[in-house]
């Protein structure tokens, strides 16, 4: 039996029994577990073993993560555009084995340059490229259930949140954290190219079934509606649209401002009086309380007005930066782990729904790089203003009211979103 129709035989005996996309849909799950390796949170765990090893400051390995983080982000529309050309599967299955050798040569590294590539590559493959696709393949076969089906599927997320930095800290203690950077890249394999050689396919369409698994009603005249494939603006139209800047500006914001929270809480609980391992266990709190809540922020974004909940993640943003600033004893840290942990939620859950909700799946690869890119971007700067609050006034507490007042003002922008005038395309035969 070749792999082609083992894998048929498998959506087969799968489709007896429920739709096939809540398979699709555990296999982007465990593809955003897996970008776990380029995420902040890991990264965290290993910033002092490296410091030591290579006797380089803290301040300059995090100006190598900021900006190789930042020229990663400028290859996203190319993965786009492949994963347009290609399908996610296959672009999947590379970006993997391509992660996992990034792993086990970043375990390898001798001094700064090296550390500053290895941060690129994986902020590239992990972060960026491994979480785009798992959000394309997931936006192609879930339309209107499509806000829930990214709740779930981004749960993936929280648990790496949640396992990937005591998981690394433990293996850091018993192997030393080059060989810990072995068994990540192994450890990724093992997951994720099983899961994508025999469970994972690019679209419902080719297998016969449809989006959400339910039937499809198409317009006279063989146009299809905004659910179907073969409708979606290109990227050209997409930028040329209002729509596009408004969400862009978003969760342009959004990223920022989170990576700005992520990237100082210890030294911000540290500042405001309380011990570090307070401040690090926010961290698996924020995580679990994002496991709770995103299949609820699925759920909102099916059945209320798209802006309203845009704007809701927005002002919880404005929460939490507000909410960080009177933290000064356990009960005020945990309430702020709480509001953090379900803007957290919102956070992740908008990036993977409003592209493909606004501008459609037929080039959808292509659009998500644009705003992956500008996603990226803006999490490579949001440290900056804090960083550079603390060093002038020594303070952080009047930087965070002012940058509080920023996801407020574009709450309100968000309230001129509007569906794209574009009219729908013939069906192609």
Request: charged share 10%.
């Amino acid at each position: 039996m070749t792999l082609v129709s083992l894998r048929q035989r498998i959506v087969e005996r799968t489709g007896a029994h429920f739709f096939y996309g809540w398979v699709v849909l555990v296999v982007a799950g465990a593809g955003i577990f897996a970008s776990g390796a380029g995420q902040s949170h890991i990264f965290s765990v290993f910033i002092g073993p490296i410091s030591r090893d290579l006797n380089i400051g803290a301040a300059a390995i995090a100006s190598a993560y900021g900006l190789a983080t930042l020229i990663a982000a400028f290859g996203l529309p190319l993965m786009g555009r492949i994963i347009d050309r290609q399908g996610a599967r296959k672009t999947m299955t590379i970006v993997v084995i391509l992660l996992g050798f990034a792993c086990i040569a970043f375990g390898f590294a001798p001094g700064l340059i090296w550390l500053g590539l290895g941060f690129g590559a994986l902020r590239f493959l992990a972060q960026g490229s491994l979480m785009l696709n798992s959000t394309n393949v997931l936006s192609h076969w879930f339309s209107r259930k499509r806000g829930f089906a990214m709740g779930l599927m981004l749960l993936g997320f929280a648990i790496s949140m949640a396992i990937h930095p005591p998981a690394s800290q433990w293996l850091i203690d018993h192997v030393g954290w080059r060989q810990a950077w072995i068994w990540i890249g192994v450890s990724t394999w093992v997951l994720m190219l099983p899961l994508l050689a025999f469970l994972l396919h690019n679209a419902p369409e080719p297998l016969g079934l449809v989006p959400d698994g339910i039937a499809e009603v198409a317009s006279m005249g063989g146009v299809q509606d905004r659910h179907s494939a073969a409708y979606g603006l290109t990227l050209a139209e997409a930028l040329r649209t209002p729509t596009f800047y408004i969400v862009a500006t978003g969760l342009f914001t959004m990223s920022m401002l989170v990576t700005a929270l992520h990237f100082f809480q210890v030294s911000i609980f540290e500042h405001q009086g309380l011990s570090p391992t307070i401040a690090a266990w926010m961290f698996p709190l924020s995580a679990v309380v994002a496991v709770f809540t995103q299949p609820f922020v699925g759920r909102s974004l099916d059945r209320l007005a798209t802006p309203r909940v845009f704007a809701t993640a927005l002002l919880m943003l404005s929460a939490s930066l507000i909410t960080i600033t009177f933290v000064k004893n356990l009960p005020t840290a945990l309430l702020y782990g709480v509001v953090f942990g379900v803007n957290n939620a919102f956070n992740i859950t908008m990036f993977g729904y409003l592209y493909p909700r606004y501008f459609g799946r037929r080039h959808l690869g292509s659009i998500q790089g644009v705003g992956q890119m500008i996603g990226v971007v803006g999490a490579s700067i949001g440290p900056i203003p804090l960083g550079i609050a603390f060093d002038i006034f020594g303070d952080y507490g009047t930087m965070l009211l002012i940058l509080a007042v920023v996801p407020v003002f574009v709450a309100v922008i968000t309230q001129f979103l509007k569906e794209p005038d574009m009219p729908l395309r013939a069906a192609e035969t």
